[in-house]
């Protein structure tokens, strides 16, 4: 397994190193979860970039959080998760928590939908919380889920 980061316009959130390090370990939980290798490819960039690819990828003209982007590739789990590190740092500054941890669940997030999890309806969302926090225990972080990201 493996996680790839890349830094654009923008510093990450408790440092660079220690952010590659979590999506490393990120990576080898979704590879088991999965049930298979895992090539994950993470993209750190700022609100206008990200609003950039949203707009661009999927005709969304605003800056958010978190996008992945399955890849085809049987039988290895890959994809590309992008996370915005200027919302984690104002994300977080609302609520109270380090924008490491924010930045973090982002990428959990991002990970949880390559792995075939959902949040449109509230039971699956319930899903997706759960999955999440056991990825976040597992990193040794707390689930830090503010009102609009869900939490039950």
Do not use: C, W
């Amino acid at each position: 397994m493996s996680a790839d980061l890349r830094v654009e316009g923008t510093t990450v959130p408790g440092g660079r190193r220690a952010f590659g390090a979590t999506l490393d370990r990120l990576a080898a939980f979704a590879a088991e979860r999965a049930g298979r290798e895992a090539e994950l490819s993470f993209l750190v960039v700022d609100d206008a970039q990200m609003q950039q690819i949203n707009r661009e990828q999927l005709g969304h003209d605003y800056p958010t959080d978190v996008i992945s982007f399955p890849l085809e590739a049987e039988p290895v789990l890959m994809g590309d998760v992008v996370v915005s590190a200027e919302t984690a740092r104002r994300e977080a500054a609302e609520r109270g928590h380090p924008a490491y941890h924010e930045l973090v669940l982002y990428a959990v997030h991002g990970v949880m939908h390559l792995l075939g999890y959902d949040d449109h309806s509230p039971d699956d969302r319930r899903r997706m919380r759960r999955a999440e926090r056991a990825a976040l225990k597992a990193l040794g972080l707390p689930a830090v889920f503010g009102p609009s990201r869900g939490a039950p």
